[in-house]
Each structure stands twice: as structure tokens, then as C-alpha cells.
């Protein structure tokens, strides 16, 4: 008697493993999804407004430093099968409300460094 307990239950332990990819899991994002052709527009001497008005506010504003400015993007994903867990990052640099330099996991502009208004 006590063999046909212990069969049961590792049976219904391997069924119960093998469905666990039956159960949906939502993928998590999170953060500032920044597109590629928005972080193209980006200019040097942009104010901050206009940086505003193309990539939208960031998520984080440095607390000691209020001129870097932290585009962060994150993507966890519910399921194997879609895809593996990503980060993307912008990092920005403002000297006198304007913007100096960008750097992080985008590809910029071969006109970054032409200001707008030449």
C-alpha cells in the first residue's frame, strides 16, 4: 500500500512539472521605451523642453546632479518562449539647459553634433 502512495504522488509531481509551461505569464515592461528614430531626432543644444517634447520625461533624474537625465528600459520576460530579458539605457548631459551629450545603448545621429539652428 505504501508503494502505490508514493507512485501516485511522483506521478502527479512529473505532471504537474511537465505543464508547467501551460500557465501564461505576462511579459513585465517597464520604464521609458524609447524608439530608435526618436533618439535619431536628438540634437546638441537642444533645450530641455525639446528633449522633452521628443523622447518624453525620464524616469530618473540624477538627485545631485540635475543635469543627467536617465532614459532606462526594461523588459522581463513571463515567458522563455518569447524572448530573452532585456535592458536598454540614455543617458543625457545638459551644460546650461542644453543638451551636450548622449550616450548609452542607441545608435545617434550622424547629425548629433549639428545644432538645430544651423
Known amino acids: 500500500m505504501k508503494l502505490y502512495q508514493i507512485a501516485i504522488l511522483l506521478t502527479a509531481v512529473f505532471f504537474s ?6 500557465i501564461y505569464r505576462i511579459d513585465v515592461p517597464q520604464g521609458n521605451f524609447l524608439d530608435e528614430r526618436d533618439v535619431q531626432k536628438l540634437r546638441v543644444g537642444m533645450t530641455k523642453e525639446q528633449v522633452i517634447y521628443v523622447l518624453g520625461h525620464p524616469v530618473v533624474q540624477d538627485s545631485f546632479n540635475k543635469s543627467t537625465w536617465y532614459y532606462v528600459y526594461d523588459m522581463k520576460r513571463g515567458m522563455e518562449k518569447r524572448g530573452e530579458d532585456f535592458q536598454k ?3 543625457l548631459s545638459f ?13 545617434l545621429s550622424e547629425d548629433f553634433n ?3 539652428d544651423q
Do not use: I, R
Open 17 to 22: 512539472t511537465a505543464c508547467s509551461n501551460w
Open 95 to 107: 551644460n546650461d539647459n542644453k543638451l551636450a551629450t548622449a550616450e548609452g545603448d542607441f545608435e
Open 114 to 116: 549639428t545644432p538645430l
Open 89 to 91: 539605457q540614455l543617458v
